[in-house]
T-cell receptor, first 114, second 113 residues
Framework: ETGVTQTPRHLVMGMTNKKSLKCEQH?????MYWYKQSAKKPLELMFV???????ENNSVPSRFSPECPNSSHLFLHLHTLQPEDSALYLCASSPRGRENSPLHFGNGTRLTVT | AQSVAQPEDQVNVAEGNPLTVKCTYS??????LFWYVQYPNRGLQFLLK??????LVKGSYGFEAEFNKSQTSFHLKKPSALVSDSALYFC???????????FGTGTRLKVLA
């Protein structure tokens, strides 16, 4: 158990579908992250939330829409995705304001866009 | 801007031999450096970090890392490799003053029986 739980673990969706990825952390952290991991590419930071406020948005296409209703939950809403969006989507958390703290990751959602 | 580089895509080592996975960094200010491991179908797991102090940092599963300021390196080491150490290893640096953690491209470690 990592302390950060992501659901679903696997998701297959068509290009016209709408789906959501969910992340939940029970570590008392107040900063949460979405990363995209594609084969043979560096981890790409997508979004960062601190105390439910978005503080980083790395030029992510609008077909990805994050939501952070409280410091324990983070969502990534998906719509009209492209096949190149197929990847492992990782959620992570950390204590806000402590630069020497590591990120704690969930096990990811493996997304396949058909 | 902060960055890390992992020059090797893959490292092969025989079981029982020492292993080294290389990482170099570029930072302004004090470096906060991290190593993570990723097993198949899993997220990244934290192994160890360097903040300040001793240049040799000890972490989980018998891993350690050597911080070298003059060479701007933070290599991951283990005295005796296990087959179960085979995984993908990532070096990362915290971008000071931001929320960003910047990751290297990863090094796949294969330990051969």
């Amino acid at each position: 158990e990592t302390g950060v739980t992501q659901t679903p673990r696997h998701l297959v969706m068509g290009m016209t579908n709408k789906k959501s990825l969910k992340c939940e952390q029970h570590l008392g952290h107040n900063a949460m992250y979405w990363y995209k991991q594609s084969a043979k590419k560096p981890l790409e930071l997508m979004f960062v939330y601190s105390l439910e406020e978005r503080v980083e948005n790395n030029s992510v296409p609008s077909r990805f829409s994050p939501e952070c209703p409280n410091s324990s939950h983070l969502f990534l809403h998906l719509h009209t995705l492209q096949p190149e969006d197929s990847a492992l989507y990782l959620c992570a958390s950390s204590p806000r304001g402590r630069e020497n703290s590591p990120l704690h990751f969930g096990n990811g959602t493996r997304l396949t866009v058909t | 801007a902060q960055s890390v580089a992992q020059p090797e895509d893959q490292v092969n080592v025989a079981e029982g031999n020492p292993l080294t996975v290389k990482c170099t960094y570029s930072v302004s200010g004090n470096p906060y450096l991290f190593w993570y491991v990723q097993y198949p179908n899993r997220g990244l797991q934290f192994l160890l970090k360097y903040i300040t102090g001793d240049n040799l940092v000890k972490g989980s599963y018998g891993f350690e890392a050597e911080f070298n300021k003059s060479q701007t390196s933070f290599h991951l080491k283990k005295p005796s490799a296990l087959v179960s150490d085979s995984a993908l290893y990532f070096c990362a640096v915290r971008d000071s003053g931001t929320y960003k953690y910047i990751f290297g491209t990863g090094t796949r470690l294969k330990v051969l029986a």
